[in-house]
């Protein structure tokens, strides 16, 4: 399994825009699924966008404002995020999943790998 590193977080005003990175440390991706999850203050790991064979899934809470994208396999992770808001704020976790067997993306149970996170601050 890889080490998965997460970058890109900070502050930013309601409505700004933030774009995530997730990398491999150690060796390249070899997963066949990745996802994003965040982790908001004093609340549990959520789901928020995932890449897998089965194409893409998003949260209902970040639909038409998130974009996740694997252009290249083996390297970056990106999660482009928009119109952001107080709500997102949170510790944002980059998974991955090596075979993509389970079709259930929005579950973390599905991902074997984890990063460390990289906090994204919302002011309103």
């Known amino acids: 399994q890889v080490q998965l590193v997460e970058s890109g977080g900070g502050l930013v005003q309601a409505g700004g825009s933030l774009r995530l990175s997730c990398a491999s440390s150690?060796?390249?991706?070899?997963?066949?699924?990745m996802g994003w999850f965040r982790r908001p203050p004093g609340k549990e790991r959520e789901f928020v966008a995932a890449?897998?064979?089965?194409?893409?899934f998003y949260a209902d809470s970040v639909k038409g404002r998130f974009s996740i994208s694997r252009p290249n396999p083996e390297n970056t992770m990106y999660l482009e995020m928009n119109d952001l808001k107080p709500e997102d704020t949170a510790v944002y976790l980059c998974?991955?999943?090596?075979?993509?067997?389970?079709?259930?993306?929005?579950?973390?149970?599905?991902?074997?790998?984890w990063g460390q996170g990289t906090l994204v601050t919302v002011s309103s």
């Open positions: 998974a991955a999943d090596r075979w993509d067997v389970d079709a259930n993306y929005a579950s973390p149970r599905k991902y074997d790998t």
């Open positions: 150690g060796g390249t991706f070899r997963s066949k699924a």
């Open positions: 890449i897998g064979r089965a194409g893409l």
